[in-house]
């Protein structure tokens, strides 16, 4: 059985995660305060702390009101745009990324949602190619 993070154990981890998440702070500063190595930190910092904090925004986002349907577009967008980006293999990853995507989007039934909103922000080949799959082309 693996060993418990000795920082997710610590008395004083939310003082020690307070200053990790200070990027004026160095690694050897917190250890000497608190404890452990800079190893340890930087451990604790990429395998618990980053993720927790990754998490904490993703559920803010949707506390804010966006409907899947609305992030779903905002990733169909942010994918198209690396797309027209990239070049070379890169392009064709993102390509099959957004087609992907856009497969997906259909498959769980954003084509219903296609029908009541408009599509305005979308690019005339996203609408075009979002035609031909559900075959009003």
């Not at 169909?76 to 087609?99: H, I, M, N, P």
Request: charged share 30%; with cysteine; proline share 4%.
């Amino acid at each position: 059985m693996p060993r418990k993070c000795s920082i997710c154990t610590h008395r004083k981890r939310y003082h020690i995660n307070k200053a990790l998440l200070n990027p004026k702070v160095p690694l050897r500063e917190i250890a000497a305060k608190y404890g452990g190595s800079t190893s340890t930190l930087n451990r604790h910092l990429k395998k618990h702390l980053l993720p927790a904090v990754q998490l904490a925004k993703k559920e803010a986002e949707l506390k804010e009101g966006k409907t899947a349907f609305e992030q779903f577009n905002e990733m169909v967008r942010e994918a198209e745009d690396k797309y027209r980006k990239s070049t070379g293999q890169l392009q064709v990853g993102w390509f099959r990324e957004w087609r992907g995507m856009m497969e997906l989007g259909f498959k769980l039934g954003m084509e219903a949602q296609r029908e009541k909103q408009t599509f305005q922000e979308m690019t005339p080949a996203v609408k075009a190619v979002a035609d031909h799959i559900m075959g009003k082309d």
